[in-house]
């Protein structure tokens, strides 16, 4: 039997539908002369570095930039041009279709009241310099895109997972990692609480949270076919009674006259 | 050689015994102040704090993940997930950045009843911050007047969209229900009483004795700490910065409804807790604008965007189309424009972003969250050195972090 074909370069969920006449429609891009700040800002960065594209998308300018440049150009951005904080800082996983991550700097300027992207395209497995003596709120930024993507940062002072565990196999959100995660995740808690060896005798973990299990009756109950916690489900009948329909009492001592509801605030 | 593959603590780099005055503590993350599942490494000299690793990701859900495999709509309840305890503010955050992303207007009723649901989460947020704060400190009885106070607000929410933890309560392109009759009332009620209730909790906190000596000159943030560190909301205000996004860069109608930033220049935790009570006030003044302007609108909550956002219930039961608009949106998701978004919202604990890159599917090709409480949390490791362990855990629930949101 053959095993029908699946694409491993991106595992993501994908339209099931789609119409081969439909052409997306963009978000205008607006050239940067629009926005009086913004094109004196690009001015100054196009003096000392090489900019590859830059547009005003949504209020926003974007510019994209040599990741050589990237601690430069941020040095630039806070002392030159005022723009006192970067808001957030990770990367988009182009591998599939270029071998590349996009990384994206989102900077904000309190004093000119705008937010620009600073933007730029690397290889794999390429290096990108730590911004951290820039802001340091690229510290954990950094550590969490090193995390979900392994993108490889030299010159950070801790480089370590930061969400995912220190021994975890795999950057969870590159296109290519599936949703419930791969075949080491399935065993990882397996093998950290009991052992390798005992893989055989527990089997993997469910990794599917909506996986529903007719037979499991440790995490379900079948109403009406009520059975002891894990033992086998029987077809049997068992009587349910309902307080409403006169049945048990739950509270057997409660007194209804004794209990008092507000309607309102006192 | 210590196995690492057994769950045994395994520490890399740490040295638990030394002969100096070093000790090496670990702090939760089952601790009942870490507010969550924080877990710090913290190295003490005596009792001072020399180094501090915080540590996150016990409560990691991948929501980022889970967003690139969702359509646009199926997301926004796991938004609910981040800020628990205000989640209609994470609600409005993303269906405000979808809205960016496809360039849509949202009727003006839509907006009033946004901008109430916001305050009434702040407050929440706010009250919720003070009670666990207060009882981290030690003082109990603010605990249970403050969340006695916050159960009117859940109750409020409740009787808007019939839920108190997880709301959401906000749609793409608009709100779900108009306010349910009385609503306004209670609202009425809750907001001309909790200015008296706010005055209860500063008269027994402002000149207490304890409370200031555990809050002031404690965990002092300098403004070029808050501004490095990406600090925001009442973290960045403490420090002296008047930065609210509601202020600079208005969104819905809070450019129509005034409204003071609230600012401490002393730095400290007892200048954060002025902020945080004065937010309240602002909040209530904002809420008793709104109620007039809610009913100067006309009755349209939803916006009308046929591509998409499904039509009105009453339509799609009647009118052919559109129940096909409503089938393929639910079964196939609205696919927004190419392009890419970022949109802040002033949330009650900061600056809440939302990174959208479309590629014109129904699914996100990335979305990043951008949570306040992250970034504060990795500022702990520089904040916590120098103070001492007694203040470590004045300082975390001063910060107002949820782990929801640091983990996602």
């Known amino acids: ?266 | 050689m210590q196995k690492v593959n057994r769950l045994k603590p395994f520490f890399e780099n740490l040295e638990f015994e030394r002969e100096d005055n070093h000790m090496i503590v670990n702090f939760g993350p089952q601790h009942p102040s870490s507010h969550g599942q924080l877990r710090l490494i913290l190295e003490l000299d005596g009792e001072k704090v020399s180094k501090a690793t915080p540590d996150v990701g016990y409560l990691h859900r991948g929501m980022e993940k889970m967003a690139e495999n969702m359509i646009y709509n199926e997301f926004l309840p796991t938004t609910d997930r981040m800020d628990y305890i205000a989640a209609s503010s994470n609600n409005y955050g993303f269906a405000l950045a979808v809205e960016k992303l496809i360039g849509l207007e949202v009727p003006r009723r839509a907006k009033v009843i946004r901008m109430m649901l916001l305050e009434i989460n702040r407050i929440s947020s706010h009250l919720f911050w003070l009670a666990t704060h207060a009882l981290d400190v030690g003082a109990m009885t603010i605990f249970l007047y403050a969340f006695r106070e916050r159960e009117y607000t859940l109750d409020l929410i409740e009787d808007y969209c019939g839920a108190r933890l997880t709301h959401s309560s906000v749609r793409i392109g608009g709100v779900p229900l108009d306010l349910p009759k009385g609503w306004i009332e209670s609202l009425n009620k809750f907001i001309n009483h909790l200015p008296i209730d706010i005055g209860d909790y500063e008269g027994l906190l402002d000149q207490n004795r304890i409370w200031k000596m555990r809050l002031e000159d404690v965990g002092v943030i300098t403004p070029e700490q808050a501004q490095s560190w990406g600090c925001s909301g009442p973290m960045l205000r403490g420090s002296g910065i008047a930065w609210d996004i509601r202020k600079e860069e208005p969104y819905e109608l809070y450019d129509e409804v005034e409204f003071d930033v609230p600012v401490s220049t002393t730095c400290d935790s007892y200048g954060r807790y002025k902020l945080h009570m004065e937010e309240m006030r602002q909040s209530i003044r904002i809420l008793k604008q709104l109620i007039p302007m809610y009913y100067e609108t006309s009755p349209e909550i939803m916006a009308h965007a046929p591509q998409y956002l499904s039509a009105p219930k009453e339509q799609i039961m009647t009118q052919n189309y559109a129940l096909m608009q409503h089938f393929v949106l639910v079964t196939q998701g609205m696919r927004p424009p190419v392009g890419e978004v970022y949109v802040v919202t002033e949330s009650p604990k900061g600056e809440l972003g939302f990174y959208i890159n479309s590629q014109g599917d129904p699914y996100p090709y990335r979305l990043k969250l951008r949570t306040p409480s992250f970034f504060h949390t990795g500022f702990l490791q520089e904040l916590l050195v120098g103070e001492y362990l007694a203040d470590v855990v004045a300082i975390i629930g001063n910060a107002n972090i949820v782990f929801g949101e640091i983990d996602r």
């Open chain 1, 1 to 266: 039997m053959m095993r029908p074909y699946s694409e491993k370069e991106n595992v993501q969920k994908k339209p099931y539908y789609s119409d081969r006449f439909w052409v997306a429609p963009q978000i205008p891009k607006e050239p940067v002369e629009s926005d009086a700040i913004f094109a004196s800002d690009l001015d100054v960065l196009k003096a000392k570095f090489e900019i590859k594209e830059a547009y005003i998308q949504r209020g926003q300018m974007v510019v994209y930039i040599n990741p050589a440049d990237n601690v430069d150009v941020l040095m630039c951005l806070r002392d030159e041009l005022s723009y006192n904080f970067l808001s957030e800082h990770s990367a988009i996983d182009w591998l599939a279709k270029s071998g590349e991550f996009e990384i994206f700097y989102q900077m904000l300027s309190t004093c000119k009241h705008k937010r620009l992207r600073i933007k730029c395209f690397i290889k794999e497995k390429e290096t990108l310099k730590s911004v951290i003596d820039v802001y340091k709120s690229a510290n954990w930024a950094e550590r969490e895109m090193y995390d979900m993507f392994g993108v490889i940062i030299s010159g950070h002072p801790y480089m370590k997972r930061i969400l995912m565990p220190d021994d975890w196999y795999d950057h969870p959100l590159r296109k290519t990692y599936p949703l419930q995660g791969d075949e080491a995740a399935q065993w990882y808690e397996i093998d950290k609480i009991f052992g390798k060896e005992y893989r055989d005798i527990i089997g993997p973990e469910e990794r599917d949270g909506a996986r529903i299990d007719v037979d499991d009756t440790y995490r379900f109950a079948h109403i009406n076919h009520e059975v002891p916690f894990g033992a086998p489900r029987s077809l049997e009948k068992t009587v349910t009674e309902y307080q409403e329909e006169g049945g048990v009492f739950i509270v057997k001592k409660l007194k209804k006259e004794d209990a008092k509801i507000l309607k309102e605030r006192p």
